[in-house]
């Protein structure tokens, strides 16, 4: 089975944060193995749920842990969505809750993003009759002010977009509630549901992916470290999936999970045994 992959593989989609790196910090195997992959010919990109920087900044965060990257091997999840709504819906006008970066990725591809209020009481909302669609986003920045002007534009009829439904964000000493957490309470409080998710599991951003690689799914390795996502999403469009246990996922949590991937590597010194 081995020697099959190696020879069929033509490209490799890798997460980042709790596979490639975990804060500043690249993971065990992490610049060996892709430095190898390179050497043998291999394609490789990389996607991010995080909207919270450009694929220029991530592409430099790589580079500097010792895994040059150019800007364009990187996928991130407000890039997949921005040029999605700039293709279906260019005319709506967005209320984000977001952080300033994704504010900006989306204004630069034409969008309209609603301007928060400055120095109102976190009562005071924008008239949710001015919002056609709310965005929500990983937003480190999230108050209750945020949350209402979402949950009132919701209850009048805006759509409901996402980057990405992580539940947690891997860090190092502990994860962090990441914008599935905000997704929940808008969908328990409203009883919407989100209708548009750009980041994975989503096909949109691994479609962007294997454009990117120029591979069919079945020649291309999916690496990450969640389940629900990462895995899910490589195992849907066909393509092979190895999970590895650096980040948000623990070896225990495979008996519970409907999502089985191929393989289950500790860390990504395992990769090159796996594929060589």
């Known amino acids: 089975m081995v020697a099959n992959l190696r020879a069929g593989l033509n490209g490799i989609v890798f997460d980042l944060d709790g596979t490639i790196y975990l804060g500043d910090r690249a993971l065990p195997g992490a610049v060996k193995s892709v430095a190898w992959l390179r050497a043998n010919r291999v394609r490789t990109a990389f996607v991010t749920n995080k909207p919270l920087a450009g694929a220029a900044d991530y592409a430099a965060k790589l580079t500097g842990l010792g895994i040059p990257t150019p800007p364009g091997q990187v996928i991130t999840s407000a890039v997949v969505l921005g040029r999605h709504l700039s293709q279906r819906f260019p005319d709506l006008r967005y209320y984000v809750v977001g952080e300033p970066y994704l504010k900006e990725e989306l204004r630069g591809f034409g969008l309209v993003v609603v301007d928060e209020l400055r120095d109102q009481s976190e009562l005071t909302v924008i008239d949710p009759v001015g919002i056609d669609a709310v965005i929500v986003a990983f937003d480190r920045t999230l108050d209750y002010r945020k949350l209402n002007t979402a949950y009132q534009a919701l209850r009048h009829g805006a759509r409901f977009f996402a980057t990405n439904a992580d539940r947690s964000c891997p860090m190092p000493g502990g994860a962090i509630p990441d914008a599935g957490a ?88 395992e990769l090159p045994g796996l594929l060589g």
């Open 182 to 269: 905000t997704i929940a309470a808008l969908e328990h409080s409203t009883g919407r549901q989100m209708e548009l998710l750009a980041g994975k599991p989503s096909p949109l951003i691994l479609k962007t992916a294997l454009e990117l690689l120029q591979v069919r799914a079945g020649e291309c390795l999916m690496v990450g470290d969640r389940l629900e996502t990462d895995i899910r999403m490589g195992l849907e469009a066909g393509m092979h999936t190895a999970l590895v246990l650096t980040g948000a996922t623990r070896r225990e949590d495979l008996a519970q999970s409907p999502v089985k991937p191929e393989w289950v590597l500790e860390n990504l010194e």
